[in-house]
């Protein structure tokens, strides 16, 4: 049963560390994309790949957060420093151009 | 802003019971997509309509689709207390499938 993985599940750190989440994508899939997801915000759109490159980021506070696809199994969401306000539900999605999306269960970020 | 935003924010229902929420966005689209989302879990896919396409169903879901009003609707049909969630609606930003979500309806379905 092909599913979207992500880790950790769970993080909770202190300001200033640097947390990075990781994705495998499904197989095949052609597009990643990472969310955030907030009670006050919603959901947020934080990076998009396609074919491995990096589309668009725009959403993504470029000062401390990266995300990367070194490979097709993998995509990598890094916060360097982590700050109290990046406490979310991050999630990474995949799929093909013109369909559905499949998600992760999410890893849930607490920055004390 | 976001593109897709769903009325209403929260609805309560008893098990039997229909639910609709609806769905109105901005710009242009060449389709439309609800997801559903467990408390604590991932969004899974419910029905994706395309353009063209005014109405679809799914086992118990109905959505239909007004671009003269840039509105869609969701119907869920005699609900059950599993289908408690939050139901959201995204539409592709761009070619490439970008999805932007709205803010998600809010569903209680009680026993």
Redesign the interface.
């Known amino acids: 049963d092909a599913r979207v993985t992500q880790t950790p599940r769970h993080k909770v750190t202190e300001m200033g560390q640097e947390v990075t989440m990781r994705c495998q994508p499904i197989l095949g899939h052609n597009t990643v994309f990472w969310y955030r997801q907030t009670m006050m915000q919603g959901l947020e759109l934080l990076a998009y790949f396609r074919n491995r490159a990096p589309l668009d980021d725009s959403g993504m506070p470029k000062d401390r957060f990266s995300a990367e696809m070194p490979d097709a199994t993998l995509a990598t969401l890094k916060i360097q420093p982590s700050e109290p306000r990046d406490s979310a539900v991050y999630f990474c999605a995949s799929g093909l151009d013109t369909g559905e999306l499949f998600f992760g269960e999410g890893s849930r970020l607490t920055v004390l | 802003s976001?593109q897709g935003e769903e009325d209403p924010q929260a609805l309560s229902i008893q098990e039997g019971e229909n639910a609709t929420m609806n769905c109105s966005y901005k710009t242009s689209i060449n389709n439309l997509?609800w997801?559903r989302q467990n408390s604590g879990?991932?969004?899974?896919?419910l029905i994706?309509i395309r353009s063209n396409e005014r109405e679809k169903h799914s086992g118990r879901l109905r959505v239909t689709l007004d671009t003269s009003k840039k509105s869609s609707s969701l119907l869920i049909t005699a609900s059950r207390a599993a289908d408690t969630a939050s139901y959201?609606c995204?539409t592709p930003k761009a070619?490439?499938?970008?999805?932007?979500?709205?803010?998600?309806t809010r569903v209680l379905v009680k026993p």
């Open positions: 976001q997509q997801y879990r991932g969004l899974v896919h994706l959201f995204a070619a490439g499938n970008k999805l932007t979500f709205g803010g998600g």
